[in-house]
T-cell receptor, first 117, second 116 residues
Framework: AQKVTQAQTEISVVEKEDVTLDCVYE???????LFWYKQPPSGELVFLIR??????QNEISGRYSWNFQKSTSSFNFTITASQVVDSAVYFC??????????????FGTGTRLLVSP | EAGVAQSPRYKIIEKRQSVAFWCNPI?????LYWYQQILGQGPKLLIQ????????DSQLPKDRFSAERLKGVDSTLKIQPAKLEDSAVYLC??????????????FGSGTRLTVV
């Protein structure tokens, strides 16, 4: 069975601090995808990144960076110099069974990030 | 490109009543998903369509929930009769082909259902 664990329920930081959101996953698939989504108060899920299991390179996009480590089954997300607009709930998700072409996303419980000015 | 459209945005009903949600995916997206997100939890897949066929409905409470996707385009999700524990946000998402060729899935804004 696939599972995603986000142990941090809520994180509070002050603007300009760096913050790391943890994600640990479980899967038996050899090929799988990992995702991060942002859910602002409006409720819509905003796609941030997709990473496949064969690509362990870290990725940086502006103030966002992701650290994928298969050895520890982790896919952590760091926001550098956080801003108030980063306040949201962030979800890590896993998708497997790619050989069939049909996937479903298994989500973690989310981490609520509150950035105060 | 227009996003995934969902309506209504909010709905309040009494328990044992019925309710229906509508979703119009991005044009050309063959795969459509309905997710249920209970407050404080991550979204959980209820049903997945590939065109107008059901791929996965293993977590759909079939005694009260039903969904259809006529003509492989828009979809409706119905609850009859509703229970208090059905209070949640119902998210619709779509992707080109099972998400493989797409950078993730595009989600709609959701329908927030409150059952009283």
């Amino acid at each position: 069975a696939q599972k995603v664990t986000q142990a941090q329920t809520e994180i509070s930081v002050v603007e300009k601090e760096d913050v790391t959101l943890d994600c640990v996953y479980e899967t038996r698939d050899t090929t799988y995808y990992l995702f991060w989504y942002k859910q602002p108060p409006s409720g819509e899920l905003v796609f941030l990144i997709r990473r496949n299991s064969f690509d362990e390179q870290n990725e940086i996009s502006g103030r966002y960076s992701w650290n994928f480590q298969k050895s520890t089954s982790s896919f952590n997300f760091t926001i550098t110099a956080s801003q108030v607009v980063d306040s949201a709930v962030y979800f890590c998700a896993l998708s497997g069974e790619v050989d069939t072409g049909f996937q479903k996303l298994v989500f973690g419980t989310g981490t609520r990030l509150l950035v105060s000015p | 490109e227009a996003g995934v459209a969902q309506s209504p945005r909010y709905k309040i009903i009494e328990k044992r009543q019925s309710v229906a949600f509508w979703c119009n995916p991005i044009s050309g997206h063959a795969t459509l998903y309905w997710y249920q997100q209970i407050l404080g939890q991550g979204p959980k897949l209820l049903i997945q369509f590939q065109n107008n066929g059901v791929v996965d409905d293993s977590q759909l409470p079939k005694d009260r929930f039903s969904a259809e996707r006529l003509k492989g385009v828009d979809s409706t999700l119905k609850i009859q009769p509703a229970k208090l524990e059905d209070s949640a946000v119902y998210l619709c998402a779509s992707s080109l082909v099972g998400g493989l060729l797409n950078y993730g899935y595009t989600f709609g804004s959701g329908t927030r259902l409150t059952v009283v």
